[in-house]
């Protein structure tokens, strides 16, 4: 078909006129770039462009490391423009000679680590975004390549798969270095080594001259106090550990250069040794969002910001955990938030009437119902990949126990739930072989249907997510055997996929109330901290 040659919408929806200024915007680029979308939808006034660009982005802006995103991180959320002019830099050479010069148990680094570590590093320019982590984990797959040493790393996975991309809109990744590159974590190398292998960290850094290093590592420490020679320049990008913030962001290098420190802890710490906190995750996607902020130069710290880093930091500061997490330890985390939510769901069930836009949001937001869905998903999920990852002869008595526990808990909430839509009454259970649900539907639907007629607007939306919750966890059972004692047959990740789609509905709950409320939102000079002297950085 010759687009230039008809008025007639192409399959129907897009005129050759509409292609033809396409074509013009094209044709613009006379030397300089035009940024262009990386996707168009064109259409009438109100023909829904706004609806099919939301139906197609919606999954990836509010679920991140398998949570529900704070409502309030995506309006932090812009693309990243590329700086202009980009002037080579030698950090990925140097990180090349470094490992090369080093030897192993007597043995070369092999080259295909040495590869890798410069892939991370990319790109060789200077400026943008670092990311500083501790040292390589022990086992990578490094003879695979680097994209299978990312997609198997907890830690690169969390930060270049999942945050990365929906923080920044879509960048290319960021560069990544380690603090000991090439280092084992149960080698003890000799000190004068291990220090000279960070100052040339440092120096890399220092030839990379970013505008902003997220600092996500930290000196091994002993009751608070570093274990670690801390002489060095490499100091000067150590984190400060969960929730706080450095007084003085900006730190000039000793070629004048200025940089930008974001504080942040390391992914593992709460993808592995705190799976069941979801705040630890919002702080991580946040820290990350403030990075890209302060390289845009229009980030503005809020009131709220600064609550979840407290949260965080008192939460983690009452656990000391050197190890992962166990499944007996799981259970019980798991028991506690779906306690939580079954504390929280009463008092809105029996609520039919709306408060006021402000008054509603801010109560919703101070009961962290998100957050305890949010820890309940994360908690069965890792019980589930546990049970997933042993042979079933090879599981311990205690995690076998813990995981018929974690299914005697989920069959409590449904009934607390199925008890309080029905008004105090308890319907029977259900008994045929092959039945869905441990209740009949019908009976749930009808209880849900007596309650709708007295709610207002909110509250009838709350109502709808309630109902939900409690319709899908009743069906996510299946009767098995009923004799000699009445069995159901689950499957525990489907547990977490119900929870996980009630937290990221009630966020949706929340977007819309807060822009009602007048206090909703924190003005943006609300409760802004001490970044003025950083929100300006030159990346050009």
């Known amino acids: 078909m010759d687009t230039h040659s008809s008025t007639t919408p192409v399959g129907g929806f897009v005129s050759s006129t509409l292609l033809e200024k396409i074509d013009k915007l094209f044709a613009c680029n006379a030397g300089e770039y035009v940024d262009l979308p990386q996707l168009v939808v064109i259409g009438d006034q109100s023909s829904g462009k706004s609806s099919v660009l939301e139906g197609l982005t919606e999954p990836s802006s509010r679920v991140c490391l398998d949570i529900a995103i704070d409502h309030r991180i995506p309006a ?27 030897r192993r148990g007597g043995q070369a680094i092999p080259r295909d680590e040495i590869a890798t570590a410069a892939y991370l590093a990319r790109p060789d320019t200077k400026g943008g975004i670092c990311f500083i982590l501790q040292q390589p984990a022990d086992h990578h797959p490094y003879n695979l390549g680097a994209d299978s040493v990312i997609e198997s790393s907890p830690t690169l996975r969390a930060l270049l798969i999942e945050i990365w991309p929906i923080v920044s809109c879509g960048a290319p990744s960021p560069t990544v270095l380690d603090r000991l590159p090439f280092v084992r974590s149960y080698e003890e190398p000799d000190l004068d080594v291990r220090h000279y292998i960070q100052e040339r960290t440092f120096a890399m ?40 913030v450095f007084g003085r962001p ?33 702080l991580l996607i946040l820290e990350v969002a403030q990075a ?64 006021d836009p402000a008054i509603r949001y801010r109560y919703l937001v101070g009961k962290n119902i998100t957050e305890s869905l949010n820890n309940a998903s994360l908690c069965i999920r890792a019980i589930h990949c546990m049970g997933e990852s042993i042979d079933p002869d090879d599981i311990d008595k205690t995690s076998s126990e813990a995981i018929e526990n974690s299914s005697r808990y989920t069959i409590g909430f449904v009934h607390r739930l199925v008890k309080v839509l029905l008004i105090g009454s308890e319907p029977d259970r259900n008994t045929s072989i ?38 899908r966890m009743n069906s996510s059972f299946t009767v098995g055997e009923v004799y000699p004692k009445r069995t159901f047959r689950f499957t525990l990740y489907e547990w977490s996929k119900i929870l996980l789609s009630t937290a990221i509905d009630f966020e949706k709950l929340l977007s819309e109330l807060a822009p009602l409320s007048k206090n909703g939102f924190q003005s943006d000079m609300d409760g802004i901290t001490n970044f003025f002297d950083t929100l300006c950085l030159d990346t050009t």
């Open 292 to 355: 890209c902020g302060l390289y845009r130069g229009d980030w503005l710290n809020k009131r709220w910001m600064d609550e979840l880093r407290e949260r965080c930091k008192s939460i983690t500061r009452e656990r000391s955990r050197a190890q992962e997490m166990d499944v007996p330890q799981l259970a019980i985390e798991y028991k506690r938030n779906l306690e939580s939510t079954a504390a929280f769901v009463e008092p809105q069930i029996e609520t039919s009437h709306d408060h």
């Open 434 to 471: 092959g039945c869905i649900g441990l209740y009949d539907a019908s009976v749930i639907d009808a209880g849900l249907r007596a309650r709708r007629q007295n709610y207002d607007v909110t509250a009838a939306k709350i109502h709808k997510i309630l109902g939900e919750l409690c319709r």
């Open 76 to 102: 932090t959320l812009k693309p990243l423009h590329a700086p202009r002019k980009c002037s080579s830099s030698r950090h990925l050479r140097m990180i090349q000679e470094l490992g090369y010069s080093l």
């Open 205 to 244: 850094i220092e030839a990379k001259c970013p505008d902003v290093v997220v600092c996500m590592w930290r000196y091994k420490r002993g009751n608070g106090i570093a274990q670690e020679d801390r002489t060095g320049n490499v100091a000067a990008v150590e984190g400060l550990g969960v929730g706080q």
């Open 250 to 282: 900006t730190h000039v290098m000793a070629s004048g250069h200025r940089i930008v420190r974001v504080n942040a802890f390391h992914p593992s710490f709460a993808m592995n040794y705190n799976p069941d906190l979801s705040c630890l995750r919002q």
